[in-house]
C-alpha cells in the first residue's frame, strides 16, 4: 500500500491538453491549466486546443470558405494571446493546434493521442440543463470517453 501511494505522488503530468473555445469556463480551465504545467516541471508540455465545428457551417445557406477563413483567423489571434499569456508566466513548452470537425471526437480521442498528452484539463459547461439534453456537452463526452485522465475545471 505505501508503494502505491508514493507511485502516486510521484506522478506528474507532462503533456497537458486544454480545449479552449473562447468561453469564460475555458479561459477559468486554461489559467488552472498553466498553473498544474508550471508545477510539473521544466518538462512538461501545455497543449492549447481550439477546434471549429464544422457543423455549425451546414446550416448557413450562404456558406462559403472566407466565413471558416475569419472564424480561424479569430481563433488564431486568440490563441496567440494564450500563448504569451502561458509564456508569460513561466511555461517554456507551449503550443496549440486549430482542428475542423466534432469538437467531441477531436476533444476526447484525436487530439491527446497526437499530441501524447496525459491529461486533458477542460471547461465544465457553459449549456443549461435544456442544451445538454438537446446537444450533449462536450466536457461530459470528453470525462466519459476519454482514455486518459480528465479534470473538470468549475472554480477559480
Known amino acids: 500500500m505505501k508503494a502505491e501511494v508514493s507511485i502516486m505522488l510521484d506522478?506528474?503530468?507532462?503533456?497537458i491538453l486544454i480545449p479552449v473555445?473562447?468561453?469564460?469556463?475555458a479561459e477559468l480551465a486554461l489559467d488552472k491549466a498553466i498553473?498544474?504545467?508550471?508545477?510539473?516541471?521544466?518538462?512538461?508540455?501545455?497543449?492549447?486546443?481550439?477546434?471549429?465545428?464544422?457543423r455549425a457551417f451546414q446550416n448557413v445557406s450562404s456558406f462559403d470558405t472566407s466565413m471558416v477563413e475569419e472564424v480561424s483567423?479569430?481563433?488564431?489571434k486568440t490563441l496567440d494571446s494564450y500563448v504569451e499569456k502561458a509564456k508569460t508566466a513561466g511555461i517554456t513548452n507551449v503550443s496549440y493546434t486549430i482542428e475542423y470537425g466534432s469538437p467531441k471526437a477531436i476533444i476526447a480521442k484525436e487530439?491527446?493521442?497526437?499530441?501524447?498528452?496525459?491529461?486533458?484539463?477542460?471547461?465544465?459547461?457553459?449549456?443549461?440543463?435544456?442544451e445538454r439534453i438537446l446537444i450533449g456537452s462536450v466536457t461530459e463526452y470528453v470525462t466519459r470517453v476519454a482514455d486518459i485522465d480528465v479534470l473538470v475545471v468549475r472554480t477559480k
Open 11 to 15: 506522478q506528474r503530468y507532462l503533456n
Open 21 to 25: 473555445d473562447g468561453s469564460k469556463e
Open 35 to 54: 498553473a498544474v504545467t508550471l508545477r510539473n516541471g521544466n518538462n512538461a508540455h501545455l497543449h492549447i486546443l481550439h477546434v471549429i465545428d464544422t
Open 73 to 76: 483567423e479569430t481563433a488564431k
Open 111 to 130: 487530439a491527446p493521442k497526437a499530441v501524447n498528452a496525459d491529461l486533458i484539463m477542460i471547461g465544465a459547461t457553459g449549456l443549461n440543463t435544456v
